[in-house]
């Protein structure tokens, strides 16, 4: 069989060794073999890669001259950058369970065929017990070098199975008299902090019959198999009684006897990806011409595959890209006549590629990026690869060597020394937001241009950022990380743009699904808008005003008629004035979906409306089959018990403007909460946000997350994915809840799971890990909560769940029923933190620790935070913490 060593990607460049070198090879029974392969985005995926062409340019016949006289030549400039991309190889991991005669006893062994610092992280089953959680097993089942976690799990490292080899593997001895019903374990990589699981969860190796019905199980399926290594026993597997806790040799117990009395060996791989960095360098040399006076770029690389250019010149230091005057290297396009782009060629020998550049007197730069396919670009930081071109500058004598690192889009990091292009080369939107830039931050400008002007250029840049996450999203399949770079926090909060507010809101809930039946919450509330304000909230969220067929608001029936459950109209505006005058924001709870009709037609269905905007049906869907529409079908999901609003339809979108636009006006919203908008397409939002300019709005998009065999997968990139396409569909105009982040924290909290916490990538699971400035965090509303209780979060674990979101990125949302109740006082402190360190929605969050009961990160290195019963205390090395807030099963710190 053909297979691939993956020694190579992990000793060597592909400049010492070829990255992929195959052979055939016959299997050993004391060797490991196995075929790891690079995924989509490694480096045998685009070896047909060719660039869009919008023509060809010719290379000039003169090309072997240049690079003679380019040889000839003394260099002026020459440095090597030094460029580390990460590669995804996949392996296998290996278990088995099967008898050891010599010790009379069954031995589980766990390999790993890919290298690293492997660990795995186990914990048995009893009979008799209820429940998932794990137990530590006995003394003289621990293998040696094995570390004890708390009371409940052991960490054993994988060890090598023989020198010069990548197989990592460790064996436990299973005693058959013993009352253990399964073995648990995750495996974890010391190296990159990740975990690997079975699906999503942890593998689960059942010793008893009745556990085979687990969806986690590994080995059901029975059977004889090879396992790669020195270690098969010359036998096929058999089966073996095994005694429950309770039972000795001479127990009558038969019946207990065979539930669970089947041991059967088994064999099993599973599917393993790990990412591996490799090291590459790019070498530039610059030289003149004394014949024609122009300069001669020389750029080389090791980077495998087809290598393009991405290039142009400059003529000063503003470092606008321009396309110089031929000749051109050989494979050069002209891309949107805005730069030009080359593909390198294959240097003899084989080993990497290089173009000679030539390039006139009158550009003092060249600027380039290096793509290696659509979705990988490598830059020098965050900015353009920058060759100067003047020798006159004075440069080192000797080749410099700089650090770059690139990553394919799928793998993007934030440190500081990593950078990756995450969109096609958007030359036009990116030239666009520049411009705007230079031209608010000018000394001119800043003199000339009113606050209402620099303000309304700010809101330009972020909609052609938007543009470009559209871009973005049009051709990758899935997003990873927020699309537009977000700068540090100002010491001044500034208004960013309309909807999505300064960054530093803390929204409060004002209501539950109780408060309409006082028939006066309108004042009820009023009477505490100072202690709302005092207590560090800036926005409030208030209750559906309209009338409505349902008492909580949710249904409603004449847009303009607002007075509701909760109080008139002139209760509600004496409500917002005083809520205005305590320094709050206010969110009104504007119904969008759906609208409860007036009148029945000539059959009978309920699709006539009345009142002020006295649509007939061509105002439904068309497709919702209740309710007999006669507009187009639904942009969106149906809500059944009311009749879907067509957004489609002008006249729809035209009324509902100039409604919101009257609440706005009449009653004094600052902005929006928007209900089901599953139900309508993202691009109506942007219309009405548009129109009314709010200045925060955020969006309720509920789903469910994935599962499989009812428990929550730890991977749930699908499910914040479509919160993230709807946002992308408001152009980034609105926020959304982060139901993602709610539904994680319920697993991690009530199984006590909280490396759920992490994603594959070291960063939080839920929207606000991949687009924080739009997610709205929270953990309670009055549909998951309340007396409802559709989604209830953990009971006695919501200060834990206020700590996560009170110290993290994006907008956190607390619910009326928690900060009126006996949890005030530890909500407000972790309020008091997060504004007094200026914490906000686009902070930067490390992920400190990760495992089974304990999560801990720190935030803009100025809040460090843990949850859960496990012990950690923040690095004191290079920075001094104070306990700051504490609770069961918390601590928060801030920097002193």
């Avoid at 990740?194 to 080995?219: C, E, M, S, T």
């Avoid at 002209?334 to 007197?361: E, I, M, W, Y």
């Avoid at 001119?444 to 002007?453: G, I, L, N, V, Y």
């Avoid at 409603?556 to 209760?571: F, T, V």
Wanted: proline residues 6%.
């Amino acid at each position: 069989m053909s297979t691939v060593a993956i020694e190579p990607l992990y000793r060597y460049s592909p400049r010492e060794k070829p990255l992929c070198h195959c052979r055939a090879k016959i299997l050993k029974p004391s060797s490991l073999n196995f075929s790891p392969k690079l995924l989509s985005n490694g480096i045998t995926s685009f070896c047909k890669f060719k660039p869009h062409r919008a023509y060809t340019v010719r290379a000039s016949s003169t090309d072997t001259a240049l690079l003679e006289t380019f040889e000839s030549s003394p260099s002026f400039f020459k440095e090597t950058f030094s460029l580390a991309r990460t590669e995804t190889v996949e392996g296998k991991i290996f278990i088995r369970l099967d008898k050891d005669e010599d010790q009379q006893c069954w031995q589980l062994s766990v390999g790993c065929s890919l290298p690293g610092k492997w660990i795995l992280h186990w914990g048995v089953s009893y009979l008799d017990d209820v429940g998932s959680e794990w137990d530590q097993p006995p003394k003289d089942m621990i293998p040696p070098g094995s570390i004890p976690v708390k009371d409940y799990a052991i960490e054993t490292p994988l060890k090598k199975s023989s020198e010069g080899q990548v197989f990592h593997e460790v064996k436990i001895n299973l005693d058959p008299k013993s009352s253990i019903a399964a073995l648990n374990f995750v495996l974890k990589d010391e190296e990159t902090g990740a975990w690997y699981q079975h699906r999503g969860r942890d593998f689960k190796v059942p010793l008893v019959d009745h556990l085979l019905i687990d969806g986690n199980v590994v080995g059901a399926k029975r059977g004889f198999n090879i396992w790669p290594g020195a270690f098969l026993p010359n036998m096929l597997l058999k089966a073996e009684e095994l005694p429950s806790k309770d039972q000795d040799s001479n127990s009558d117990s038969k019946d207990a006897k065979q539930e669970n009395k089947h041991v059967q060996g088994f064999y099993q791989e599973q599917p393993i990806t790990k990412q591996v960095v490799i090291q590459n360098s790019a070498t530039v040399s610059v030289t003149k011409c004394f014949k024609t006076a122009k300069n001669l770029l020389y750029l080389e690389t090791d980077l495998p595959g087809e290598v393009v250019v991405h290039w142009g010149v400059c003529r000063d230091d503003a470092k606008n890209w321009e396309i110089s005057a031929g000749p051109y290297p050989p494979e050069t396009t002209v891309f949107k006549n805005r730069a030009l782009r080359t593909l390198l060629q294959p240097k003899d020998g084989g080993d990497g590629c290089s173009g000679l550049f030539t390039l006139g007197k009158e550009f003092i730069g060249f600027l380039f990026v290096l793509k290696l396919n659509e979705n990988t670009w490598l830059k020098c930081k965050e900015n353009d690869f920058y060759i100067p071109l003047s020798s006159s500058i004075s440069f080192p004598a000797q080749p410099g060597q700089r650090q770059f690192e690139g990553v394919p889009v799928s793998e993007k990091t934030e440190e500081a020394n990593q950078e990756v292009s995450q969109v096609p080369y958007t030359d036009d939107i990116i030239n666009e937001i520049r411009n705007l830039v230079h031209d608010i931050s000018s000394e001119k400008s800043r003199q000339t241009k009113t606050k209402e002007a620099q303000e309304s250029i700010l809101h330009e840049i972020e909609k052609l950022a938007a543009e470009a996450y559209s871009i973005f999203r049009t051709s990758i399949p899935t997003s990873t990380e927020e699309a537009v770079s977000e700068s540090e926090p100002q010491e001044t909060p500034t208004k960013i743009c309309s909807g999505t507010g300064t960054g530093f809101e803390i929204l409060l809930q004002g209501f539950n699904w109780e408060s309409n039946k006082s028939g006066r919450w309108y004042m009820e509330l009023k009477e505490k808008a100072l202690e709302i304000s005092s207590l560090g909230f800036t926005v409030i969220w208030l209750p559906p005003p309209t009338e409505s067929v349902s008492p909580e608001g949710y249904m409603p029936k004449d847009l303009y008629n607002l007075n509701s459950r909760y109080g008139n109209i002139d209760e509600l505006k004496d409500l917002v004035r005083s809520l205005h005058e305590v320094g709050l924001k206010i969110l009104g709870d504007a119904v969008l979906n759906h609208r409860c009709a007036h009148y029945q037609n000539q059959n009978g269905v309920w699709n006539i409306f009345g009142g002020r905007l006295n649509w007939d049906d061509r105002a439904i869907v068309a497709d919702d089959p209740h309710f007999q529409g006669r507009g187009n079908k639904s942009s969106g999901d149906s809500f059944h018990a009311a009749p879907n609003i067509d957004h489609s339809q002008e006249f729809v979108r035209k009324d509902l403007k100039e409604w919101l636009c009257w609440l706005r006006d009449e009653i004094g919203y600052d902005g929006w909460r928007l209900d089901f908008v599953r139900g309508f397409w993202g691009g109506y939002v942007k219309d009405y946000i548009d129109a009314t300019e709010p200045y925060f709005a955020v969006g309720e998009y509920w789903d469910s997350l994935s599962y499989t065999y009812g428990e929550m997968d730890h991977n749930q990139d699908a499910h914040r994915q479509r919160i993230i396409d709807w946002i992308n569909a408001t152009n980034g105009a609105a926020g959304a809840f982060d139901v993602t982040t709610k539904g994680i924290l319920h697993s991690a909290l009530e199984r006590c799971e909280y490396w759920r916490l992490s994603d594959q990538k070291g960063k939080p699971p839920g929207v606000v890990g991949w687009w924080p400035s739009r997610a709205v965090t929270f953990i309670e509303n009055h549909d998951t909560g309340s007396t409802q209780g559709h989604w209830r979060f953990p009971y006695g674990k919501e200060m834990q769940g206020y700590a996560y979101i009170l110290t993290h990125p994006g907008t956190p949302a607390v619910f009326y029923d928690h900060i009126f109740s006996h949890y005030q006082s530890e909500i407000a402190s972790l309020i008091s933190l997060r504004n007094r360190k200026k914490v906000q929605c686009r902070s930067t969050v490390e992920i400190t620790k990760a495992e089974r009961d304990v999560y801990a990160a720190i935030v803009d290195e100025k809040v460090a935070m843990k949850i859960g019963p496990g012990h950690y205390e923040p690095p004191s090395e290079s920075q001094r913490w104070v306990l700051a807030v504490e609770g069961k099963d918390y601590k928060v710190w801030e920097a002193s």
